[in-house]
T-cell receptor
């Protein structure tokens, strides 16, 4: 089996940097993904890490440490539109299993 | 048109009724998935399919069935709806996890 742990809620101010952590327990490891979901919307794919290190895509970066079974999503220069839920996910037998999500509130 | 289309968008049904949620995709991907989302519980996998002849149970398949009518179509049925199946249901498609899943807009189902 597998499980993913991430904080339920994070609050930050506009323009700041925020880090959303995810720890996972899996019987095998095949990559860590991140998704964003705005209220009432569909989840959208943000990033995928298969190897250790930092992957940067614009204001968003994702980090993975396989030895620590840990990853994080880093959001820089926060904007109000970044207020959303963020999910980490790992595959189990070919289909993604999602964490419970971290709700990010960006304040002015 | 959306890459992944789910119908209906909203549905209210009575306990014991059979209901079908439909999903179609224009991405040309072989892999399709059905997830359920409840507040605070994230997305939970119901069924998934890697091609027309392949159907796999997910974490919470009891009370649900699926049909993969074509590469582009994957429908989810609730054989006898019960109130705790009230949730937001998402269909998704992918070519592989490294390229991300594309989700539909969801079907909000209420069982009364």
């Amino acid at each position: 089996g597998q499980s993913l742990e991430q904080p339920s809620e994070v609050t930050a101010v506009e323009g700041a940097i925020v880090q959303i952590n995810c720890t996972y327990q899996t019987s095998g490891f095949y990559g860590l993904s991140w998704y964003q979901q705005h209220d009432g919307g569909a989840p959208t794919f943000l990033s995928y890490n298969a190897l250790d290190g930092l992957e940067e895509t614009g204001r968003f970066s994702s980090f993975l440490s396989r030895s620590d079974s840990y990853g994080y999503l880093l959001l820089q220069e926060l904007q109000m539109k970044d207020s959303a839920s963020y999910f980490c996910a790992v595959p189990l037998r070919g289909a993604l299993t999602f964490g419970s999500g971290t709700r990010l509130q960006v304040q002015p | 048109d959306a890459d992944v289309t789910q119908t209906p968008r909203n549905r209210i049904t009575k306990t014991g009724k059979r209901i079908m949620l439909e999903c179609s995709q224009t991405k040309g991907h072989d892999r399709m998935y059905w997830y359920r989302q409840d507040p605070g519980l994230g997305l939970r996998l119901i069924y998934y399919s890697f091609d027309v002849k392949d159907i796999n149970k997910g974490e919470i398949s009891d009370g649900y069935s699926v049909s993969r009518q074509a590469q582009a179509k994957f429908s989810l049925s609730l054989e006898s709806a019960i109130p705790n199946q009230t949730a937001l249901y998402f269909c998704a498609t992918s070519v592989g996890q490294e390229y991300g899943y594309t989700f539909g807009s969801g079907t909000r189902l209420t069982v009364v």
